[in-house]
């Protein structure tokens, strides 16, 4: 065994979005850390890369997908299929927003995800708060058809679309929740006072549309240093 593998835990970085899962057992030094793979997790069949690390995988990992088992190294076909997935992703958001306009529906797609066999889609959308969508099953039969998948309608916050999407922040950086923050911070109006900030929505609020996370880094600062 590599002694260095012993202090390095190994995951599954996903295809899409970043999502990190653990691989169990991960001290075994025959463990090719940044190869391709194919997996299988509880949503199905995905493409994915195994990264190593010393301590930030903990606090990366994702919550919504659980890892079953490693299939295969990836062959050079499945580093191809990998590779064309983005192309039919984006071709499923314009057909997934003209089938909104047909139903007439006032929702927003934010993203299209297809699991690497392809045979399962999720599409991932806001509705606004002023609107109440009851059902989309009309909506969901009519994409499976079209896109010959099984589709999955997910209804995302206004905090998960700015991590899809990613983006800087006003301090010239990644925004935090897209980039190692596990889960939003439970921001305050009492925190962004506390600390002689005015609400604005140019300077307090983030992509998302709601308080900035770190604010809530610089509220225990000043608490922890009064």
Known sequence: MNSNSENKYFAIK??????????????????????????????????????????TIAK???????????????????IAKAGEIPDLEAKAVVVANQKIKEHELQIKIVNVEYLFDTNRVVVYYKVSK????????????????????????????????ARMLGGMGPCGRGLCCSSWLEKPKHVTVKMVKEQGLALSPTKTSGMCGRLMCCLEYDYKQETKGG
Do not use: H
């Open 60 to 78: 990366r990992l994702a919550r919504d997908v659980k890892l079953k088992k490693v299939i295969r190294y990836a062959t050079a076909q499945d």
């Open 130 to 161: 002023s609107k109440k969508i009851d059902n989309l099953r009309d909506l969901t039969r009519d994409l499976s058809s079209t896109l010959k998948a099984r589709v999955e309608m997910s209804q995302v916050s206004p905090r998960a679309e």
């Open 14 to 55: 996903l295809r899409k979005f970043d999502r990190l899962c653990p691989i169990t057992g991960s001290g075994d030094g025959s463990i090719k850390a940044g190869a391709a793979v194919v997996v299988q997790t509880d949503r199905g069949i995905e493409f994915g890369e195994i990264i190593a690390s010393e301590r």
